[in-house]
């Protein structure tokens, strides 16, 4: 499995982006994909995950209402669109896949990408 994350920038407070994450390799559509973020000298940390076929989804209190994950089965690919950014978004963010439930932390993901950058600041 290959995951290839896009998207990142560096925007104003308020602004948005999406960033996606395209996966290949077999048995990927079957696996749950989350999006985790770090920031320098930080521990890597959970921001949102999507089941298998997009059904469900689960988030950290910090960015439910702001953020929106989801999945185009068709396409290998994961979304995650990014409203209202607020600079405490600034990190590194990774996606990630692997047959874990929606509320598996980092260690338990098995497959990474190479993460992009978003910047939030005035």
């Known amino acids: 499995v290959q995951l290839q994350a896009s998207g990142g920038g560096s925007v104003q407070p308020g602004a948005s982006l999406r960033l996606s994450c395209a996966a290949s390799?077999?048995?990927?559509?079957?696996?749950?994909m989350g999006w985790f973020r770090q920031s320098p000298g930080k521990d890597r940390t959970f921001v949102a995950t999507?089941?298998?076929?997009?059904?469900?989804?689960y988030y950290i209190n910090s960015v439910k209402g702001r953020f929106t994950i989801s999945r185009d089965t068709a396409k290998n690919t994961v979304y995650l669109q990014m409203d209202n950014l607020i600079p405490a978004d600034t990190a590194r963010y990774y996606c990630?896949?692997?047959?874990?439930?929606?509320?598996?932390?980092?260690?338990?993901?098995?497959?990474w990408g190479q993460g992009t950058q978003v910047t939030v600041s005035s």
């Open positions: 999507v089941s298998w076929n997009g059904g469900s989804t």
């Open positions: 990630a896949a692997g047959p874990v439930p929606l509320t598996a932390g980092p260690r338990e993901f098995e497959y």
């Open positions: 390799g077999s048995s990927v559509n079957s696996y749950t």
